[in-house]
T-cell receptor, first 113, second 111 residues
Framework: DVKVTQSSRYLVKRTGEKVFLECVQDMDHENMFWYRQDPGLGLRLIYFSYDVKMKEKGDIPEGYSVSREKKERFSLILESASTNQTSMYLC????????????FGPGTRLTVL | QKEVEQNSGPLSVPEGAIASLNCTYSDRGSQSFFWYRQYSGKSPELIMSIYSNGDKEDGRFTAQLNKASQYVSLLIRDSQPSDSATYLCALLKAAGNKLTFGGGTRVLVKP
């Protein structure tokens, strides 16, 4: 059974804090993604990675960075959290063979106070 | 204009009826189209993909694609209360390496 896990389901942080969101997949997928989801806006891509140590900006990378040191793990970093980064964060992974193989993690609901 | 547009709903459907969801897009070169279902508080899961014009059926779900008119639709036949969820339309642009999502349509199936 395919699995994408995220380190926390709920997280509350203060403005200015550095925040780490971790994502791990056990499917040996090459590609990993970080999205945020806000009401009415759908999913928006923050960053993605197609290989270890490789990263590419998505549609809304400002205020975020990522790290992929191992194939199974993709981290999203908020260098200095702000209230407008309060959102649901979803990690996903997929095999290079096709988009039909994309699976999402359970999500992390981040609240920045 | 948004790249992928969906009516946010809610679309209220009696149990046993057909739910019809529409999605329009602006990039004429878009190649691949996907429908995801997302239950409240859960993550999206892929239910259909469609790549060429016409209909594609999978159980009670039918995806319809019309590239000339730039729309893709999802029909849910014999709707069940368990189909109550938000349905997200997504597409892959030509030579694209990322999915672009619509805002989703919330569907409510009433017994």
């Amino acid at each position: 059974d395919v699995k994408v896990t995220q380190s926390s389901r709920y997280l509350v942080k203060r403005t200015g804090e550095k925040v780490f969101l971790e994502c791990v997949q056990d499917m040996d997928h090459e590609n990993m993604f970080w999205y945020r989801q806000d009401p009415g806006l759908g999913l928006r891509l923050i960053y993605f990675s197609y290989d270890v140590k490789m990263k590419e900006k998505g549609d809304i990378p400002e205020g975020y960075s990522v790290s992929r040191e191992k194939k199974e793990r993709f981290s999203l970093i908020l260098e200095s959290a702000s209230t407008n980064q309060t959102s649901m964060y979803l990690c996903a992974s997929r095999a290079t063979s096709g988009w039909d193989t994309q699976y999402f993690g359970p999500g992390t609901r981040l609240t920045v106070l | 204009q948004k790249e992928v547009e969906q009516n946010s709903g809610p679309l209220s459907v009696p149990e046993g009826a057909i739910a019809s969801l529409n999605c329009t897009y602006s990039d004429r070169g878009s190649q691949s189209f996907f429908w995801y279902r997302q239950y409240s508080g859960k993550s999206p899961e892929l239910i259909m993909s469609i790549y060429s014009n016409g209909d594609k059926e999978d159980g009670r779900f039918t995806a319809q694609l019309n590239k000339a008119s730039q729309y893709v639709s999802l029909l849910i036949r014999d709707s069940q209360p368990s189909d109550s969820a938000t349905y997200l339309c997504a597409l892959l642009k030509a030579a694209g390496n990322k999915l672009t999502f619509g805002g989703g349509t919330r569907v409510l199936v009433k017994p």
